[in-house]
């Protein structure tokens, strides 16, 4: 740890040190246009302090901001970056040997998406926390378009929802399955459960960019899953493929994205309610008390009601001077999170395999 902090200290210039007003003004002041795109692999990574350091030196010089992760099980990487540097990127990209198959996905829609460049070194890029004898990642679902994916729903196949449920309370693949939970550990466990009994059965998996469906697909075909197939480049190129060919949206509501944006649009539909009123909103954010910080589902007039928090507790307490706040939430007497919840689950039910 202390040559960690070693190591920190001496290579400054690899890491942000803006606070976060400074990083808007400056995104404001920008002359040009940028875009977000993504992209992850699954691939044998070494050295990975400094091929992050190498990524972060060749990233910044681009302007590229974002948020990746990089693990020794490959890369997952959405970025933010100056369409005038998106060719030289894409370039750089693909010139490293090991990258040069890889699928980079432009969003859905645009929007203030990042206002930094994060790269960190992680255990795992999707954290499942599965056994590493419980998946085999040269072992993965079939890749399918979406036209052949539009075939398997016509024909009856069993969609699931491979993102944790409150992604699936805003927009999700019509007749799919919502597995009930709330941290990415317990999604694995939880689909092989709820599929028990259908091993032979035809299995569409979907996530927003694909990478979740990577590992979890291996992971039910470990475990004795025969015919497992996933959506390639997830909803993200959905969306895109099927705007391209004019192909209506078996995907309604909002595709919800881990920036700034929180979320894209792809069909109007509002599937989700304010987790205050009740009224349709599929508006998410964070509860603007940052000792609570929950992220939760609120229409714009609760918004001005609550002063964009999550409860009336949150509400009086960002009133209290902030010293007032730390020392409160300091003395650990107040609890905030967990406040809302269950709000999805009743309707959950509602949601049954279909064969
Ligand atoms: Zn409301
Ligand atoms: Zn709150």
Request: glycine share 4%.
């Amino acid at each position: 740890m202390a040559l960690e902090n070693v190591k920190i200290s001496m290579n400054k210039s690899l890491y942000n040190k803006k606070n976060k007003e400074q990083l808007l003004k400056e995104i404001e002041n920008e002359d040009f246009q940028r875009i977000t795109i993504s992209f992850y692999k699954y691939i044998n990574l070494k050295h990975l302090n400094k091929f992050r350091d190498d990524l972060y030196s060749q990233w910044k010089k681009l302007d590229v901001l974002g948020r990746v992760y990089i693990a020794k099980e490959g890369i997952n990487a959405q970025l933010s970056l100056p369409e005038h540097n998106l060719e030289k990127f894409k370039n750089e990209l693909l010139s490293i040997s090991q990258f040069n198959d890889i699928l980079i996905k432009p969003a859905v829609q645009e929007g203030l998406s990042f206002l930094k460049l994060t790269i960190k070194v992680k255990n795992e890029i999707v954290a499942y926390k599965v056994p590493e004898n419980e998946f085999d990642m040269a072992i993965t679902g079939i890749h399918l378009n979406y036209k052949d994916y539009h075939q398997k729903i016509d024909d009856g196949a069993i969609i699931i929802d491979m993102r944790n449920n409150y992604e699936g309370e805003v927009g999700r693949f019509k007749n799919a399955i919502i597995p009930d939970v709330d941290r990415s550990e317990d999604l694995l466990p939880t689909v092989k459960k709820l599929l028990q009994g259908h091993e032979d059965d035809t299995v569409l998996m979907y996530c927003t960019g694909g990478i979740r469906c990577e590992k979890a697909s291996s992971y039910l075909i470990s475990h004795g899953f025969t015919d497992v197939n996933q959506l390639n480049g997830g909803v993200i190129k959905y969306a895109h493929d099927i705007k391209n060919d004019n192909i209506e949206s078996k995907f309604i509501g909002k595709n919800f994205v881990f920036d700034h944006r929180l979320g894209e649009n792809i069909t109007d539909d509002i599937i989700s309610q304010c987790h205050q009123c009740d009224n349709p909103s599929n508006r998410h954010l964070d509860c603007d008390n940052q000792s609570c910080h929950i992220l939760f589902i609120q229409c714009e007039k609760c918004s001005i009601k609550y002063n964009n928090c999550c409860s009336e507790k949150c509400t009086e307490f960002i009133k209290l001077p902030k010293e007032e706040q730390k020392r409160i939430f300091k003395e650990g007497n107040i609890k905030f999170t967990a406040q809302i919840s269950n709000k999805i689950k009743p309707r959950l039910k509602d949601l049954k395999i279909n064969p």
